[in-house]
């Protein structure tokens, strides 16, 4: 017997999109995506993986009505899986729709207690206003309160950088933000065709 007939799906058969690499991130272009799908696919929620994900989730869920949520720390060592941890984690958390119209949820085969509170995180989602998760990578800019603004700017579909997203937030508070970037990109289409 060979070691590549132990596996479910031959390695020699296949590049792994990510290089086994996972970075916490949100996904712009079809390649980023494809690598999303390859990592909730090859997720193999077992182990310490899913006593973290029910761990998270159940503190969670268990505190909602409290004036305090707790903090998730993920610690290991370098390889142990943290980030595509977290990756996954976000994902499912937001049941993100791929692209293809693929839910992050159906993706991976999860166990009956993860999806049940998987379930009844949707519902709390539903009665509170809706789900909302950011992860990201700190350490890209001298400044740590920067790189935690520039997570939640873009978790929230704002510009990464302070003043375009004090703008964007400002305008969309006084609800002209729509007909100002439709006079900026009529704009810049005069301009182009000029």
Known sequence: ???REVFSTDPTTFTIPNDGVT???????PQEWDVL??????????GEYQRGLVRVL???LTHLAKPKQPAVWVSGFYGSGK???VRV?????NNVTLPDGAQARGLIKLPVELNDLLVELSGEGVRHGGLWAAAGKLGTSPNIHLDILRILFRSAGLPVEVAPA????WLK?????DAVAAGVSQRAVMGESA
């Open 1 to 3: 017997m060979l070691n």
């Open 23 to 29: 970075v916490v991130g949100d996904p712009q272009r």
């Open 37 to 46: 799908r390859y990592e909730l696919t090859s997720f193999v929620c077992e």
């Open 58 to 60: 159940s503190t969670y």
């Open 83 to 85: 980030s595509h941890f």
């Open 89 to 93: 984690l976000q994902y499912l958390w």
């Open 166 to 169: 004090r703008l964007v937030t």
């Open 173 to 177: 508070l006084k609800g002209i933000y």
